[in-house]
T-cell receptor
Framework: EPEVTQTPSHQVTQMGQEVILRCVPISNHLYFYWYRQILGQKVEFLVSFYNNEISEKSEIFDDQFSVERPDGSNFTLKIRSTKLEDSAMYFC????????????????FGNGTRLTVT | AQKITQTQPGMFVQEKEAVTLDCTYDTSDPSYGLFWYKQPSSGEMIFLIYQGSYDQQNATEGRYSLNFQKARKSANLVISASQLGDSAMYFCAMRGVNTGGFKTIFGAGTRLFVKA
């Protein structure tokens, strides 16, 4: 069964450094997402991406964050200058469709990247 | 605004018994989808079951079923014949056709402990 893959599984970085989290969504999926989960807490929406542009973003997704689909398969999340509070599990997800009548598309998640900012 | 509420931070169930995990939601969308995800201690998020707001019947997937009561805005997950491997965090989630836009929102989760 096709799956979403994320690399690395764990990233440790110093405060103020830039990090790039990488994801390969399922190949026939059209919509891509980043979520984060601070340890043991809620799964929070960051951003959604469709047709090579951001379709929606949350208030968490400020100017320090950016997303990119540099080629036909990869989807990346960049944090420009990490803060201690950015420490979390970051999940990439993809779904088949998001048309008006396809709100039934479940998210398919990768295994996550655990980001630790020291 | 959309909201998902899971009022049970933790639940215990005896192996082989059934358990119900509660979920209530609020939305102004005329059409929406409700989802349940499982997160084992290893951390991955696993899709379990989906219920559409216009579906006449409650969704079922193996040992999982969804008790959908639209008037009460509840979408409780029922796990029958619990197994030790069911011990995990369970998240209820929702996406609406209009106000949900491109995002799925999640509840705070319920941690299920299955006792041998």
């Amino acid at each position: 069964e096709p799956e979403v893959t994320q690399t690395p599984s764990h990233q440790v970085t110093q405060m103020g450094q830039e990090v790039i989290l990488r994801c390969v969504p399922i190949s026939n999926h059209l919509y891509f997402y980043w979520y984060r989960q601070i340890l043991g807490q809620k799964v929070e929406f960051l951003v959604s991406f469709y047709n090579n542009e951001i379709s929606e973003k949350s208030e968490i997704f400020d100017d320090q964050f950016s997303v990119e689909r540099p080629d036909g398969s990869n989807f990346t999340l960049k944090i420009r200058s990490t803060k201690l509070e950015d420490s979390a599990m970051y999940f990439c997800a993809s779904s088949v469709g998001q048309a008006a009548n396809s709100y039934n598309s479940p998210l398919h998640f990768g295994n996550g990247t655990r980001l630790t900012v020291t | 605004a959309q909201k998902i509420t899971q009022t049970q931070p933790g639940m215990f169930v005896q192996e082989k018994e059934a358990v119900t995990l509660d979920c209530t939601y609020d939305t102004s969308d005329p059409s929406y989808g409700l989802f349940w995800y499982k997160q084992p201690s290893s951390g991955e998020m696993i899709f379990l079951i989906y219920q559409g707001s216009y579906d006449q019947q409650n969704a079922t997937e193996g040992r999982y079923s969804l008790n959908f009561q639209k008037a009460r805005k509840s979408a409780n997950l029922v796990i029958s014949a619990s197994q030790l491997g069911d011990s995990a965090m369970y998240f209820c989630a929702m996406r609406g056709v209009n106000t949900g836009g491109f995002k799925t929102i999640f509840g705070a989760g319920t941690r299920l402990f299955v006792k041998a």
